[in-house]
T-cell receptor
Framework: KQEVTQIPAALSVPEGENLVLNCSFT??????LQWFRQDPGKGLTSLLL?????REQTSGRLNASLDKSSGRSTLYIAASQPGDSATYLC?????????????FGKGTTLSVSS | DAGVTQSPTHLIKTRGQQVTLRCSPK?????VSWYQQALGQGPQFIFQ???????QRGNFPDRFSGHQFPNYSSELNVNALLLGDSALYLC???????????FGQGTRLTVV
């Protein structure tokens, strides 16, 4: 059964710092992996989607990598800003598990101070 | 493009009552999924609809049911509400299965 873990659960950094958020998953059989941002009490905003055959995706200051063989993905945020403060969730679409769509980690809550 | 829209935004119900939540997918999307998110947790999959059929179902009791209409909009129904059903309910749509998911703003359900 696929499980997704995100470490750390919370992270505080000063403005301008580059940072890395980690996501690990237990089964490498996935269709894709997606990173989301969630502001308190709000819905999820899609940041990046990495297909199973891809190694990385970039959007502005964000770069996400995928290493299926090791069951890991990282989200790199360059030059962090206070507006980046939110909870970041990763989710996998498993290829070997019926009865599910996306499986989520619990998220990393990021606080960027000015 | 209006994106994924959910209604209502907030809802307060009493234990034992029934509730219906609604979702309109992004234009051109035919796949709708529902998730439940408790405080401090990641979203948990409830079920997925594709071409008006329930395609996948997560580990939720039969009190949770749904429907997808010909225009691809969807409803989530919960019967016999329990206090533990209090959560943020999220709807996501995709162009088809196994593609990028786009989420609505959610419906905050409080059961008292």
């Amino acid at each position: 059964k696929q499980e997704v873990t995100q470490i750390p659960a919370a992270l505080s950094v000063p403005e301008g710092e580059n940072l890395v958020l980690n996501c690990s998953f237990t089964d490498s059989a996935i269709y894709n992996l997606q990173w989301f941002r969630q502001d308190p009490g709000k819905g999820l905003t899609s940041l990046l989607l990495i297909q199973s055959s891809q190694r990385e995706q970039t959007s502005g200051r964000l770069n996400a990598s995928l290493d299926k063989s090791s069951g890991r993905s990282t989200l790199y945020i360059a030059a962090s800003q206070p507006g980046d403060s939110a909870t970041y969730l990763c989710a996998v679409d498993p290829a070997n598990q019926a009865g599910t769509a996306l499986i989520f980690g619990k998220g990393t809550t990021l606080s960027v101070s000015s | 493009d209006a994106g994924v829209t959910q209604s209502p935004t907030h809802l307060i119900k009493t234990r034992g009552q029934q509730v219906t939540l609604r979702c309109s997918p992004k234009s051109g999307h035919d796949t709708v999924s529902w998730y439940q998110q408790a405080l401090g947790q990641g979203p948990q999959f409830i079920f997925q609809y594709y071409e008006e059929e329930e395609r996948q179902r997560g580990n939720f009791p039969d009190r949770f049911s749904g429907h997808q209409f010909p225009n691809y909009s969807s409803e989530l129904n919960v019967n016999a509400l329990l206090l533990g059903d209090s959560a943020l309910y999220l709807c996501a749509s995709s162009p088809t299965v196994h593609t990028e998911a786009f989420f609505g703003q959610g419906t905050r359900l409080t059961v008292v």
